[in-house]
């Protein structure tokens, strides 16, 4: 059984660029969220997908999107870059969104550094 | 969505128990209450999870209190592995049943040789 991956690892853009981030979840898994985590701080969730359909947004503005494909790997998009969007970007998939009950597999995350 | 109250960080002897609380004293009757940890900004690392019953892995053990407002982490021989950011968290819905993960800033724990 293999976990959640995501890719690249690491990146570096310029501020205003646009970025594509991307993870394969767990197999088995049909739920995937997608956070945020400033050094030093928790991470913050940015959204959810299931079955395809964005499913729940925390506190992030339209220029953060994403998607899920039916493979149930996802992207996260980030337009118009700002210096505030360096941070280690989190996926984490969950095979069941109806219950509280199953907890999250987290990727080891992308580290975005914006410049 | 209940939060979570932890202390910033706490030591602990190699070998020794570590025990690591919690305050969610505002959990309503569904959440669920889940401990992570994450070491070197790596993915965070699910450790257990638990509703009311005491829970126990080969990880660690969690103690909730009967009225539910507060939990305890306990790794029972810990190790300089340990050593890692704990977090605390409900399980809380939001919108239209996301079940979203609230993290607090955690407990940074450190084993000591």
């Known amino acids: 059984e293999t976990g959640v991956t995501q890719s690249p690892t690491h990146l570096i853009k310029t501020r205003g660029q646009q970025v594509t981030l991307r993870c394969s979840s767990q197999?088995?898994?049909?739920?995937v969220s997608w956070y945020q985590q400033a050094l030093g701080q928790g991470p913050q969730f940015i959204f959810q997908?299931?079955?395809?359909?964005?499913?729940g947004r925390g506190n992030f503005p339209p220029r953060f999107s994403g998607l899920q494909f039916p493979n149930y790997s996802s992207e996260l998009n980030v337009n118009a870059l700002e210096l505030d969007d360096s941070a280690l970007y989190l996926c984490?998939?969950?095979?069941?969104?109806?219950?509280?009950?199953?907890?999250?597999?987290f990727g080891s995350g992308t580290r975005l550094t914006v410049v | 969505d209940a939060k979570t109250t932890q202390p910033p960080s706490m030591d602990c002897a190699e070998g020794r128990a570590a025990n690591l609380p919690c305050n969610h004293s505002?959990?309503?009757?569904?959440?669920?209450v889940y401990w992570y940890r994450q070491i070197h900004s790596q993915g965070p690392q699910y450790i257990i999870h638990?509703?009311?019953n005491n829970e126990t892995n080969e990880m660690a053990s969690l103690i909730i209190t009967e009225d539910r407002k507060s939990s305890t982490l306990i790794l029972p021989h810990a190790t300089l592995r340990d050593t890692a950011v704990y977090y605390c968290?409900?399980?809380?819905?939001?919108?239209?049943?996301?079940?979203?993960?609230?993290f607090g800033t955690g407990t940074r724990l450190k084993v000591l040789a």
């Open positions: 197999s088995g898994h049909n739920t």
């Open positions: 984490a998939s969950s095979p069941n969104i109806g219950t509280a009950y199953h907890g999250y597999t």
């Open positions: 997908y299931y079955r395809e359909e964005e499913n």
């Open positions: 505002t959990i309503s009757g569904n959440e669920y």
């Open positions: 968290i409900v399980k809380g819905e939001g919108t239209s049943g996301t079940y979203k993960y609230i």
């Open positions: 638990g509703l009311k």
